[in-house]
């Protein structure tokens, strides 16, 4: 059974960098698990989803148009992990962080997500 | 970046009538592999999103088969053929064709 988990603070203050490590289990994001992925999707309070990040099985990276300054993703094999960093949080960064698995090669699928960790940016 | 844009944003539909929803690309959404990377999700109520349809009219593994996909290049539709009070959420179009991936705003279905 394949499961992710986000772990992350619930409450960043302006200006901080927030991090966020996705768990996972069921799979190996290796170099002998071609196509594999996961990959963090971000969505505010009543609004729609918002996509942010992917690493690849062989680690390639890639990130949003719009964040991808402020964005760096990478994944620690041994202990099943993805951290997502996202730096100069503000208040318009609040939102459920998801992050989910997904496959890449000669096909696409995005299966399954985690349950998602809601940050709160505030002062 | 490729703008999704879905119609309608909402969709009140009674019990055991048909649902449609309208996803438009600002760009061809055909790879150079041959495939059309086209997913249809859906959000239930206070939960994750779940993959429904892939490459426009795969259904996904434990996918009831009254959701159905279909379109072609730059426009795609999602049908349920019979709603049912399950179905009642956000659905998401999004393209992955090339990055970065993005996502139609979302078509809320609600029961009458």
């Known amino acids: 059974q394949v499961t992710l988990r986000e772990s992350g603070p619930a409450l960043v203050k302006p200006t901080q960098t927030l991090t966020l490590t996705c768990t996972f289990s069921?799979?190996?994001?290796?170099?002998?698990?071609?196509?594999?992925?996961v990959t963090w999707i971000r969505q505010p309070p009543g609004k729609a989803l918002e996509w942010l990040a992917l690493i690849d099985w062989d680690d390639d990276k890639f990130y949003s148009t719009s964040l991808k300054n402020r964005l760096s993703i990478s994944k620690d094999t041994s202990e099943n992990q993805v951290v997502l960093t996202m730096t100069n949080m503000d208040p318009v960064d609040t939102a459920t962080y998801y992050c989910?698995?997904?496959?890449?090669?000669?096909?696409?699928?995005?299966?399954?997500w985690g349950q998602g960790t809601l940050v709160t940016v505030s002062s | 970046d490729i703008v999704m844009t879905q119609t309608p944003l909402s969709s009140p539909v009674t019990l055991g009538q048909p649902a449609s929803i309208s996803c438009r690309s600002s760009?061809?959404?055909?790879?150079?592999?041959?495939?059309?990377?086209l997913s249809w999700l859906q959000q239930r109520p206070g939960q994750p999103p779940r993959l429904l349809i892939y490459?426009?009219?795969n259904r996904f593994s434990g996918v009831p088969d009254r959701f159905s996909g279909s379109g072609a290049g730059t426009d795609f539709t999602l049908k349920i053929n019979r709603v049912e009070a399950e179905d009642v959420g956000v659905y998401y179009c999004m393209q992955a064709v090339q990055f970065p991936y993005t996502f139609g705003q979302g078509t809320k279905l609600e029961i009458k």
């Open positions: 989910a698995r997904g496959y890449r090669y000669y096909d696409f699928w995005i299966d399954p």
């Open positions: 069921g799979f190996s994001l290796s170099l002998n698990t071609s196509g594999m992925f």
């Open positions: 490459k426009i009219s």
């Open positions: 760009q061809s959404l055909v790879h150079s592999d041959g495939n059309t990377y």
